[in-house]
């Protein structure tokens, strides 16, 4: 049976009840039509159904869908599409995941501006959560792909103005396939710095904080740094140690993150420039599967102010990651890594995706995506997963 040389677009409309679908294209399919594309989306019970096909000359298919919809109580309206099916555009495939606490027409109005500045045409918006919209992922194509990295800088720039997170990836196969997902500790998976506590119970909270304060400027290592802080805890009763970390304020989101990662059989780990006793103790807390820190030597229940082994510094984060990857069977590009300062930089470029957590400017502008005003649980909207579908794993 011929079919018409020009595809028609058909648009179906209306209240959505079992079985439009199927007594739509069991028309298309007795008349001999050619389907060429198909979508379909439902919002608050009202359908969005579109058909592209090719339909037969020697038959009004197009009557007998009006006839059926009519009967189906909804409403249906055709576009012929002259020239031909359209080609398919080019460019490359982003996913922008919006979250806060509610988002806002002004706040979704202002990401739409940003990406339509940037010439990246928006070609679906899904929402993740469920009573509230406080998360959406909108899917992008980037006309000009070395407008990625200017795009990226004008979302933070957006997102730190306002009180919700914007994230941008590529769409892609490895977005989807994460296994790995590793952790800085303090200030990141807890709500302290360890060495600031045993600072204050040693009476050295103002030196320690000068140390770090010349570090985070640059006018010493970090190795250094972590060698002069330590060299002022000596003779500090481990037991103090011991306390703080059974008694780790954990932060927001983050066992719900780690139980819902290890329902769906993530692997994870902490990997921090922190202290083995706390690191441990969070670990079996938590659940988690490995943690790397660094191991502080003891003599008599006392501190002597130095570590055993070697620093875990920001390479040697970045080499962990890489060895635990690869330990694990796991492509780096199946990886997540999550930190907020300096010493995590280079273990973020290294994962598959790089997220900066409540995090200093430096950070956030180098890394793949950043998380200021959301938990640590927000990680799962960046997988894609929906606040519906993590309802069913905890």
Known sequence: MAASSDPILVTVTG????????????????????????????????????????????????????????????????????????????????????????????????????????????????????????????????????????????????AMQNSFDLALQREGLFRRSKRLVVMDMDSTLIRIEVIDELARAKG???????????????????????????????????????????????TEGAETLIRVLKRLGYRTAV??????????????????????????????????????GPIVNAQRKAELLETIAQAEGVLLDQTIAVGDGANDLLMLQRAGLGVAFRAKPKLRAAADTSLSASGLDAVLFLLGITERELLEVT
């Open 271 to 308: 990997i921090s420039g922190g202290f083995s006793i706390a690191a441990e103790a969070l670990k079996a807390r938590l659940g988690i599967d490995y943690a790397y820190s660094n191991a502080l030597e003891v003599e008599g229940g006392k501190l002597t102010g130095r570590v055993t």
């Open 15 to 158: 209240r959505d009840h079992p079985g439009i679908t199927a007594r739509l294209t069991g028309i298309l399919s007795e008349i001999g039509a050619t389907l060429l594309d198909i979508e379909q989306v439902v919002v608050h019970g009202n359908l969005n159904l579109a058909l592209l096909a090719l339909f037969p000359e020697t038959r009004n298919g197009l009557k007998e869908l009006l006839f059926a919809a009519k009967e189906l109580g909804v409403a249906l309206d055709f576009t012929p599409l002259d020239g031909g099916a359209p080609a398919r555009r080019l460019g490359s495939r982003y996913v922008v995941t919006a979250i806060g606490r509610e988002l806002c027409a002004k706040q979704l109005h202002d990401v739409a501006s940003t990406l339509a500045a940037h010439d990246a045409n928006i070609e679906k918006i899904a929402r993740l959560s469920v009573e509230r919209l406080s998360s959406v992922e909108i899917q992008v194509l980037l006309q000009r792909e070395e407008r990625a990295e200017a795009l990226k800088r004008a979302l933070l720039a957006l």
């Open 204 to 250: 050295v909270v103002e030196q320690v904080a000068r140390i770090t304060e010349r570090a985070m400027q640059g006018e010493m290592d970090y190795d250094e740094s972590l060698r002069q802080r330590l060299a002022l805890l000596r003779g500090l009763d481990v037991g103090v140690l011991r306390k703080i970390a059974a008694e780790l304020p954990i």
